[in-house]
C-alpha cells in the first residue's frame, strides 16, 4: 500500500523531512484490512527505491521513479491512531464500492472484473483470468482505461440529449449542456477509477476537445492530439517513462492516421471496427513489443469481438449498476449478475483463443533501431492501398519478429539472473541450454517466471531450456517450478525435492549427461541420503573444456567438508553456497577450488545481510573475485571455452537517471 509519512499530528500534518513524500509499503505479517484515510503509527524499515535489474524485462526501479515512490518499507510494528481523516474520501468511496461488488451474491466468476471496470481494483481478478487476457491482448479492456472514460462521456452525453429533447425549443445552447454533463461524468468515472494515469490522460484530451468544440476553433485533429500532449506533459512530465502514455497517444494517433485522410469512405460498423483494430494494431505492436514483450497473434480477433462486446453491454450495465447503487441495492446487484454472466461468455472464448497461442505470445525486446523501423513499417501499412507501400512496410516489420541467435557452439553464455533473494540462471553451451533453479514464489504461480525468468529464455535465442535443474525445494529456489512445468511440460526436470511428482527425476549424484565438449556431473547429494532441506541441494559441476563451473546451491559447510573428502579439483568459476550465508563457504573449500569468480545470489538489502561481512573476507582472504546480483543486477558470462572471461553487469549496462548505481566492483 502507498503511506504517506507525516512528522507531527499535534499540529498540522507535515512531511516528514527525512522521508519522501510517499513510501511503498508491505505488511506481510498480521495485516488488518487497511482503508484509505487511516491513520497509522508505524515502526518500519526503510528501504531506498531499489528493484530487480536485468539485462532484459521489466524495470521496477523506473516504475518507482515514475509514480514518485521515493522508497520502499516493511512494517514492523504498528498501532492504529485515527480511524478516519479528511484524507482520502474519494478512495474510501471506491472501497465501499469495491466490496459492494465483491458481496454481490451470484454464479458469476467475473466480479473480480468488475470491480476493476468499476472503480479499478484488479485485487479481484486471478492470476488465470489476467493471463488470458495477456496472452489474447485485452486485458486492457477489463480495466478503467481511456476507452472506458470515453465511453462514459458518450453515454452521459446521449444521456443528456435524449433527456433535454422535450425541452429543446425552451433551452438555448442545449448541445453545450450536454457536452458538459457528459465531460461531469466522464469525470466522475475517472474519479471512481482513484484518477488513475490513463484514465487522467484520456480526461486531458476529451477537456481539449471539448474546449475546442465549444470555442468553435477549427483545429486538426493532430494539433488537438499534440496540444494534449503538451497538456500531459506539462503536469505529468514522467509520463514518457510509464508504457500507458505511449500505449494511450500512439493508439489515438493510429486511428487518426488512418480515419482522417478518408473521411469519406462509409463502411458497415465491422468493417470500421476490423479497420480500428488493424490501425491500432500497427502502431500499437512494435510498442508492445518494447514494453511488455508481448505479440498476440490472437490480439486482432479477440479484441473485434471482445472491444464492442465490453464496451456496448459489460461497460453500460456496470455504469448503469453504479448510478443505481445508492438508490436500490437489489436492482444494483441484478445488473452486475447480468454483466458478470456476459463477461464470463467472453471469457470463454478469450481462454479458448488463449490456449490455442499461449506458446507464441512473447516476442523478444527491440533495439531502438528495430523500434523505429517498426514504427515506421506501422505508418507505411496504413497509407493508401494505391502506393503499393505494403511490401516494403513488411520488410521493415520483420526485425522485430526475428529471434535471437544462441551462442556459438564453441562458446559459453552463463545469466545468473537478478531474482532478489533466490537464484535461477541460464547456462548455455554447446548449443544447449540449462536452467538452474526457478527463483523466488509461493510455489503457485505468483513468481518470476514471467517477467524475469522466461524474458531472458528468449533473449538467449533460445524457445525453452533442453534440461532444468532444481537444487532444492526452498521456495527462494524452486518458488517458479509450477510455471515452469505449465510452460514446459516436456523439458527434462530434475530436482531435489522432498516429494517426487509425476514427470520429475530425481537429481542426485548418479546423474551424469554430456553435451558435445561439455560434461555435467552431479556431485552431491547420495540416492540414499534423506531429504535435509539445504543440505540435499543438487550440486553440480559442469566442465566445459577449461571452463570448469560448480553450482552449489544452498549448501552447508558440512556439506563442502564431505565434498572435499570425495576430491574437488579447481574451477573458474562458483556460485557462492547459500548466498554468502555465514555456515557456508569455508575456506577450506575456497583453498581447494580457488576459483576465478565467485558469484553470490541476493536480494539488494535483504533482511539477512546476504553475502555476509565476514563471508566476503573470507574470499578476499583466499584472493578470490567476490561479486553480487544485490549490488550489480544480472551478471553475464562470455568467452570461448578456455578462453579469457568477458563479464557484464546489469545495473552497469542499464544506466539510467532513476538506477541505484553499480557496486565499485561490478564489471
Given at each position: 500500500?502507498r503511506?504517506r509519512?507525516?512528522?507531527?499530528l499535534?499540529?498540522?500534518?507535515?512531511v516528514?523531512?527525512?522521508?519522501?513524500?510517499e513510501?511503498?509499503?508491505?505488511?506481510?505479517?498480521?495485516?488488518p484490512?487497511?482503508?484509505?484515510?487511516?491513520?497509522?503509527?508505524?515502526?518500519?524499515?526503510?528501504?531506498?527505491?531499489?528493484g530487480?535489474?536485468n539485462?532484459?524485462g521489466?524495470?521496477?526501479?523506473?516504475?518507482?521513479?515514475?509514480?514518485?515512490?521515493?522508497?520502499q518499507?516493511?512494517?514492523?510494528?504498528?498501532?492504529?491512531?485515527?480511524?478516519?481523516?479528511?484524507?482520502g474520501p474519494?478512495?474510501?468511496?471506491?472501497?465501499?464500492?469495491?466490496?459492494?461488488i465483491?458481496?454481490?451474491?451470484g454464479?458469476t466468476?467475473?466480479?473480480g472484473?468488475?470491480r476493476?471496470?468499476?472503480?479499478?481494483?484488479?485485487?479481484?481478478?486471478?492470476?488465470?483470468?489476467?493471463?488470458t487476457?495477456?496472452i489474447?491482448g485485452?486485458?486492457?479492456?477489463?480495466?478503467i482505461?481511456g476507452?472506458?472514460?470515453?465511453?462514459?462521456y458518450?453515454?452521459?452525453?446521449y444521456?443528456a440529449?435524449?433527456s433535454s429533447?422535450?425541452f429543446?425549443q425552451?433551452?438555448r445552447?442545449?448541445?453545450?449542456?450536454?457536452?458538459?454533463?457528459?465531460?461531469?461524468?466522464?469525470?466522475?468515472y475517472?474519479?471512481l477509477?482513484?484518477?488513475?494515469?490513463a484514465?487522467?490522460?484520456?480526461l486531458?484530451?476529451?477537456?481539449?476537445?471539448?474546449?475546442?468544440?465549444?470555442?468553435?476553433r477549427?483545429?486538426?485533429?493532430?494539433?488537438?492530439?499534440l496540444?494534449?500532449?503538451?497538456?500531459?506533459?506539462l503536469?505529468?512530465?514522467m509520463?514518457?517513462?510509464?508504457?500507458g502514455?505511449?500505449?494511450?497517444?500512439?493508439?489515438v494517433?493510429?486511428?487518426?492516421?488512418?480515419?482522417?485522410?478518408r473521411?469519406?469512405n462509409?463502411?458497415?460498423?465491422?468493417i470500421?471496427?476490423?479497420?480500428?483494430?488493424?490501425?491500432?494494431?500497427?502502431?500499437c505492436?512494435?510498442?508492445s513489443?518494447?514494453?511488455?514483450?508481448?505479440?498476440?497473434?490472437s490480439?486482432?480477433l479477440?479484441?473485434?469481438?471482445?472491444?464492442?462486446?465490453v464496451?456496448?453491454i459489460?461497460?453500460?450495465?456496470?455504469?448503469?449498476?453504479?448510478?443505481?447503487?445508492?438508490?436500490?441495492?437489489?436492482?444494483?446487484s441484478?445488473?452486475?449478475?447480468?454483466?458478470g454472466?456476459?463477461?464470463?461468455?467472453?471469457?470463454l472464448?478469450?481462454?479458448?483463443?488463449?490456449?490455442?497461442?499461449?506458446?507464441?505470445?512473447?516476442?523478444?525486446?527491440p533495439g531502438?533501431f528495430?523500434?523505429?523501423?517498426?514504427?515506421?513499417?506501422?505508418?507505411?501499412?496504413?497509407?493508401?492501398?494505391?502506393l503499393?507501400?505494403?511490401?516494403?512496410?513488411?520488410?521493415?516489420?520483420m526485425?522485430l519478429?526475428l529471434?535471437?541467435?544462441?551462442a556459438?557452439?564453441h562458446?559459453?553464455?552463463m545469466?545468473v539472473l537478478d531474482?532478489?533473494?533466490?537464484?535461477?540462471?541460464?547456462?548455455?553451451?554447446?548449443?544447449?541450454l540449462?536452467?538452474?533453479?526457478?527463483?523466488?514464489?509461493?510455489?503457485?504461480?505468483r513468481?518470476?517466471?514471467?517477467?524475469?525468468?522466461?524474458?531472458?529464455?528468449?533473449?538467449s535465442?533460445?524457445?525453452?531450456p533442453?534440461?532444468?535443474?532444481i537444487?532444492?525445494?526452498?521456495?527462494?529456489?524452486?518458488?517458479?517450478l509450477?510455471?515452469?512445468?505449465v510452460?514446459?511440460?516436456?523439458?527434462?526436470?530434475?530436482?531435489?525435492?522432498?516429494?517426487?511428482?509425476?514427470?520429475q527425476?530425481?537429481?542426485?549424484?548418479t546423474?551424469?549427461?554430456?553435451?558435445?565438449n561439455?560434461?555435467?556431473e552431479?556431485l552431491?547429494?547420495?540416492?540414499?541420503l534423506?531429504y535435509k532441506?539445504?543440505?540435499?541441494?543438487?550440486?553440480?559441476?559442469?566442465?566445459?573444456g577449461?571452463?570448469?563451473?560448480?553450482?552449489?546451491?544452498?549448501?552447508?559447510?558440512?556439506?563442502?567438508r564431505?565434498?572435499?573428502?570425495?576430491?574437488?579439483?579447481v574451477?573458474?568459476?562458483?556460485?557462492?553456497?547459500?548466498?554468502?550465508?555465514?555456515?557456508?563457504?569455508?575456506?577450506?573449500?575456497l583453498?581447494?577450488?580457488?576459483p576465478?569468480?565467485?558469484?553470490?545470489?541476493?536480494?539488494?538489502?535483504?533482511r539477512?545481510?546476504?553475502?555476509?561481512?565476514?563471508?566476503?573476507?573470507?574470499?578476499?582472504?583466499?584472493g578470490?573475485r567476490?561479486?553480487?546480483?544485490?549490488?550489480?543486477?544480472a551478471i553475464?558470462?562470455?568467452?570461448?571455452?578456455?578462453?579469457?572471461?568477458q563479464l557484464?553487469?546489469?545495473?552497469?549496462?542499464r544506466?539510467?537517471?532513476w538506477?541505484?548505481?553499480?557496486g565499485?566492483?561490478?564489471?
Open positions: 500500500f503511506f509519512p507525516f512528522e507531527d499535534s499540529e498540522h500534518p507535515g516528514a523531512p527525512d522521508l519522501p513524500a513510501l511503498l509499503v508491505n505488511w506481510y505479517r498480521d495485516a484490512t487497511l482503508r484509505p484515510g487511516q491513520i497509522w503509527q508505524l515502526q518500519l524499515q526503510v528501504k531506498p527505491p531499489w530487480l535489474v539485462f532484459q521489466m524495470d521496477k526501479e523506473r516504475w518507482l521513479f515514475a509514480e514518485g515512490l521515493g522508497g518499507a516493511t512494517v514492523k510494528h504498528a498501532e492504529l491512531l485515527q480511524e478516519t481523516s479528511w484524507y474519494l478512495d474510501r468511496l471506491r472501497q465501499r464500492l469495491s466490496e459492494a465483491a458481496s454481490v451474491p454464479e466468476a467475473s466480479l472484473m468488475l476493476a471496470l468499476a472503480v479499478g481494483d484488479r485485487s479481484g481478478m486471478d492470476r488465470g483470468q489476467q493471463n487476457l495477456a489474447t485485452t486485458i486492457h479492456l477489463l480495466s482505461s476507452l472506458h472514460v470515453s465511453l462514459a458518450l453515454f452521459a452525453f444521456f440529449r435524449a429533447l422535450p429543446s425552451r433551452l445552447n442545449t448541445q453545450s449542456y450536454c457536452l458538459l454533463f457528459g465531460w461531469l461524468m466522464a469525470g466522475v475517472a474519479g477509477a482513484g484518477f488513475s494515469t484514465t487522467v490522460r484520456s486531458v484530451m476529451l477537456s481539449v476537445v471539448l474546449c475546442l468544440v465549444l470555442a468553435r477549427n483545429i486538426r485533429p493532430l494539433h488537438s492530439l496540444l494534449a500532449l503538451a497538456i500531459v506533459m503536469f505529468e512530465p509520463a514518457p517513462l510509464q508504457a502514455a505511449w500505449m494511450s497517444f500512439v493508439a494517433a493510429g486511428l487518426l492516421f488512418w480515419f482522417v485522410p473521411r469519406g462509409r463502411h458497415h460498423a465491422v470500421q471496427n476490423l479497420q480500428a483494430q488493424l490501425a491500432v494494431m500497427c502502431f505492436f512494435p510498442f513489443a518494447w514494453w511488455f514483450q508481448l505479440s498476440s497473434p490480439g486482432l479477440a479484441n473485434l469481438v471482445a472491444i464492442p462486446w464496451s456496448f459489460v461497460v453500460p450495465l456496470v455504469l448503469l449498476a453504479l448510478v443505481v447503487w445508492p438508490i436500490h441495492y437489489p436492482t444494483f441484478w445488473l452486475l449478475n447480468v454483466a454472466h456476459a463477461t464470463d461468455w467472453l471469457m472464448l478469450l481462454q479458448a483463443l488463449a490456449s490455442a497461442v499461449q506458446n507464441y505470445s512473447t516476442v523478444l525486446q531502438w528495430n523500434l523505429l523501423l517498426a514504427v515506421i513499417a506501422g505508418g507505411l501499412m496504413l497509407m493508401p492501398r494505391g503499393r507501400l505494403h511490401a516494403p512496410a513488411a520488410l521493415l516489420m526485425p519478429l529471434p535471437a541467435q544462441p556459438a557452439a562458446k559459453l553464455q545469466d531474482v532478489g533473494q533466490g537464484t535461477a540462471l541460464l547456462l548455455q553451451t554447446d548449443s544447449k540449462l536452467l538452474y533453479d526457478s527463483g523466488p514464489g509461493d510455489g503457485a504461480g513468481d518470476l517466471f514471467g517477467s524475469v525468468i522466461y524474458p531472458a529464455i528468449l533473449a535465442g533460445f524457445a525453452q533442453d534440461r532444468i535443474i537444487s532444492h525445494g526452498d521456495l527462494d529456489h524452486a518458488g517458479g509450477a510455471s515452469l512445468r510452460r514446459f511440460p516436456d523439458v527434462p526436470l530434475y530436482a531435489s525435492l522432498p516429494h517426487t511428482s509425476s514427470g527425476h530425481s537429481c542426485d549424484d546423474l551424469a549427461w554430456s553435451w558435445q561439455s560434461h555435467f552431479v552431491h547429494p547420495s540416492p540414499y534423506p532441506g539445504n543440505d540435499s541441494s543438487c550440486v553440480l559441476d559442469i566442465n566445459a577449461k571452463f570448469r563451473l560448480l553450482l552449489t546451491g544452498d549448501i552447508s559447510s558440512q556439506v563442502e564431505r565434498l572435499l573428502s570425495r576430491g574437488l579439483g574451477y573458474r568459476i562458483l556460485l557462492v553456497p547459500h548466498h554468502g550465508s555465514r555456515s557456508s563457504s569455508d575456506p577450506a573449500l583453498h581447494a577450488t580457488m576465478e569468480l565467485a558469484i553470490a545470489t541476493a536480494g539488494v538489502g535483504n539477512f545481510g546476504f553475502p555476509r561481512p565476514e563471508v566476503q573476507q573470507r574470499y578476499v582472504d583466499a578470490i567476490l561479486i553480487s546480483t544485490d549490488q550489480c543486477g553475464r558470462l562470455q568467452g570461448e571455452q578456455g578462453g579469457p572471461l557484464r553487469s546489469a545495473r552497469r549496462e544506466k539510467a537517471p538506477r541505484w548505481p553499480a565499485p566492483d561490478c564489471p
